[in-house]
């Protein structure tokens, strides 16, 4: 019975179909080492040889059943777990990536933090304190709306930001961001040493279609909700935030933990390299579900004898001890109401 065969590997997507997904990813991961200049090295508009939008969607739905059929492998391993940090500017579609992308998984497998502006409790403490806090266990699939790395981008477009966090002076003035780059480096590369793998992804907004996107959440009174003035102030800061980025993926882009950026101006195509990102690391993972031991497989085997022979009488009472509803045969039970 090839479908109890403890030796059995589990169905492994094919070499050939992981080579496509490791092709259409490697132009959007940030070597390591490399000095990136947002602006400059990636498109936001690129849209990877898919041209339609329908084309597109058959490519995502592929993606989603991946995710599904790998994450279910990953809670039964139970070994591993996988953080995928989302990063974007406003109105780069991190919500809808999340929906979209993870909408075939077990939700139970899957937990979703966002991190917003810290609060006072928040500020006492060291800052990777409260990602840390929240971050997934073994066999889960975490996802960082925003994450530790707002550590390096809204702390230090806005310093104000980092007043406020009550560094020790000599900490606060000598190479603080430098320092930030190596404490999540560091940080990062324990969690992988310890089974957690990273995922980064940055969503890549262009300025124009973030215009596009704010006017139509002004247009739109079903968008109205989304629309927040801040944003809009937010954007006058634009060049600020694209050389935070830059620095951010030249110095937090690692072996273990590569960037990796994702043109945003098409949310379909986003969606889809997104899944195809994350579905590579768990390709990578190779989660199997366990195999039992032969003293698990006896035990299983004398379950079943012992189940098999408990044949039922006619119209045994249930646990509440009224007599079952007698079911004529070949007839169904009907549901209530
Ligand atoms: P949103 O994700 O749109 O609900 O907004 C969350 C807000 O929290 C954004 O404006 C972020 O810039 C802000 N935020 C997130 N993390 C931090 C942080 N560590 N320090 C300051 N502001 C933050
Ligand atoms: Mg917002």
């Known amino acids: 019975m090839a479908d109890t065969d403890p030796s059995a590997k589990f169905e492994k997507i094919?070499?050939?179909?992981s080579r496509r997904i490791a092709r259409f990813i490697e132009p959007f991961r940030v070597s390591p080492g490399s000095k990136v200049n947002l602006?400059?090295?990636?498109?936001?508009?690129?849209?990877?040889?898919?041209?339609?939008?329908?084309?597109?969607?058959a490519l995502l739905n592929e993606g989603i059943e991946l995710l599904a059929k790998y994450q279910a492998r990953l809670a039964a391993q139970d070994t591993y777990g996988v953080l995928v940090v989302l990063q974007a500017l406003d109105a780069a579609g991190k919500d809808g990536t999340i929906r979209h992308v993870m909408s075939g998984v077990n939700p139970q497998g899957v937990r979703v933090e966002s991190f917003k502006v810290p609060s006072s409790r928040e500020l006492d403490q060291d800052f990777l304190r409260r990602y840390q806090e929240r971050l997934p266990s073994r066999g889960e699939i975490g996802i960082f709306n925003r994450s530790h790395y707002e550590e390096v981008l809204v702390v230090r477009v806005h310093p104000e930001n980092l007043v406020r966090?009550?560094?020790?002076?000599?900490?606060?003035?000598?190479?603080?961001?430098?320092?930030?780059?190596?404490?999540?480096?560091?940080?990062?590369?324990y969690l992988s040493e310890n089974g957690f793998r990273i995922v980064k992804l940055f969503l890549n907004l262009s300025?124009?279609?973030?215009?596009?996107?704010?006017?139509?959440?002004?247009?739109?009174?079903?968008h109205n909700w989304?629309?927040?003035?801040?944003?809009?102030?937010?954007?006058?800061?634009?060049?600020?935030?694209?050389?935070a980025f830059s620095q951010m993926f030249s110095h937090t882009s690692t072996a273990s933990a590569p960037w990796y950026v994702i043109p945003a101006d098409r949310k379909w195509f986003a969606r889809i390299?997104?899944?195809?990102?994350?579905?590579?690391?768990?390709?990578?993972?190779?989660?199997?579900?366990?195999?039992?031991?032969?003293?698990?497989?006896?035990?299983?085997?004398?379950?079943?004898?012992a189940l098999e022979s408990e044949v039922p009488s006619a119209a045994a009472p249930n646990a509440n001890g009224d007599a079952a509803r007698a079911t004529p045969p070949g007839k169904l039970i009907q549901k209530d109401g």
């Open 14 to 17: 094919s070499d050939s179909a």
């Open 39 to 57: 602006a400059k090295d990636f498109d936001p508009a690129f849209e990877g040889g898919i041209k339609k939008k329908e084309d597109g969607v």
């Open 165 to 189: 966090q009550q560094l020790p002076a000599e900490t606060r003035e000598h190479h603080v961001w430098k320092r930030r780059y190596e404490a999540i480096n560091d940080w990062e590369r």
């Open 207 to 222: 300025k124009e279609e973030q215009r596009l996107r704010f006017l139509r959440r002004i247009d739109l009174p079903d």
């Open 226 to 243: 989304k629309f927040s003035s801040h944003d809009v102030e937010e954007r006058r800061f634009w060049d600020a935030y694209q050389e």
């Open 273 to 305: 390299a997104a899944a195809a990102v994350i579905a590579h690391t768990l390709i990578d993972i190779d989660p199997q579900y366990p195999t039992l031991s032969e003293d698990a497989r006896r035990d299983l085997g004398a379950a079943k004898v």
